[in-house]
């Protein structure tokens, strides 16, 4: 059912219901003194226990600065910790490529060094059989004559 | 986040209307005082860090959840003891008689002067709680809701989870009936 009331008709019901709730308000002052004095305690209990939950709270907060000071120049939001996770592997991703183009550049560095050897052998006057020799190497540790 | 200081001062203004909220609801003085005592306590635990404006709508909500509790318990035991309900339905007669001569007593022997005009107001304030107290429910908390707690429609909707034109009509409809059951008691606002 649609109730539709004009404007005045709404306003007087309103003044209506704020005099019978302004007698309400007059009644309840007339409340029976136990019933005013269990309603306080009722109100002094529901506010320690707020007190007792502030100091949990500032407890827990204070424990757990405590614990997160160290990671704390480096915190953001925690919903971002797997972004940060990512970021952090970054440079330890960075070492390894580094390690391994090191390796690899040190493995090509000593083929050269074997490569050049091995053609300085080869295009050298002297036979490498002649290393082989003892009587080359006697002549090599011998002193010039020169020095006779 | 409310203070210490505005949650107490909030309580303080609030617990006389929601112990009687309470009473017209269960009619029980000892239930009342338990329900609104839960109220503070829940708004307190769960509630005591939100800001004072929200403090009014959550806690007749709580109120609300908490008369509806009591119901629910009271059912589930009446389930359970079958005669149990008789036996309370004369007690809640003989406890709201007592309310009332309680109010009569104490105030008769403050105010001697004006002994006559008195009891005619004490009687004529009884009168309307009654009739406040004779309101289906749901019309009742409209009321109260809407002009003792003076919230405004939105509120009140919100706090009894129903449209805001069905709180106008609970209202319109606890006027016109208290208007009427006053007008024939011969009782002028």
């Known amino acids: ?148 | 986040m409310a203070t210490e200081q505005e949650l107490s001062q909030f309580l303080k203004d609030v617990e006389k209307r929601a112990f009687k909220r309470a009473l017209y609801h269960v009619r029980d003085e000892e239930a009342a005082l338990d329900i609104v005592q839960d109220s503070m306590l829940k708004l307190a635990h769960h509630y005591g860090d939100k800001p004072p404006r929200e403090l009014p709508m959550l806690f007749q909500r709580i109120l609300s959840n908490c008369t509806l509790d009591w119901f629910r318990r009271q059912k589930t035991r009446n389930a359970v003891f079958s005669r149990m309900s008789d036996f309370e339905s004369d007690n809640d007669d003989a406890v709201d008689f007592d309310l009332l001569e309680t109010y009569a007593g104490n105030d008769h022997t403050q105010t001697m002067p004006s002994a006559e005009e008195h009891t005619q107001r004490v009687q004529t304030l009884q009168s309307i709680e009654k009739e406040v107290q004779e309101l289906p429910a749901r019309q009742r908390e409209a009321f109260l809701m809407r002009y003792w707690e003076e919230m405004d429609v939105a509120e009140t909707a919100a706090a009894m989870g129903c449209s805001e034109g069905s709180v106008k009509t609970h209202c319109f409809r606890a006027i016109q009936t208290l208007s009427k059951a006053l007008k024939a008691k011969g009782i002028e606002l």
């Open chain 1, 1 to 148: 059912m649609n109730i539709a009331a004009s404007p005045s008709a709404e306003q007087a019901a309103d003044r209506f219901a704020r005099r019978v709730t302004a007698r309400l308000s007059e009644n309840n002052r007339l409340l029976a003194y136990d019933i005013s004095e269990r309603l306080r305690a009722g109100r002094e209990r529901a506010l320690s226990e707020r007190r007792r939950e502030v100091s949990v709270q500032q407890r827990v907060t204070a424990a757990s600065v405590q614990q997160q000071g160290q990671t704390a120049s480096l915190g953001g939001p925690q919903h971002q910790g797997w972004w940060r996770a990512a970021l952090s592997a970054v440079p330890l991703i960075a070492l390894v490529i580094g390690f391994a183009v090191f390796i690899g550049s040190q493995e090509d560095f000593g083929t050269h060094e074997v490569a050049e050897v091995d053609t300085a052998l080869l295009t050298d006057d002297l036979p490498p059989s002649a290393y082989a020799d003892p009587g080359f190497l006697q002549f090599i540790k011998t002193p010039p004559v020169s020095s006779l």
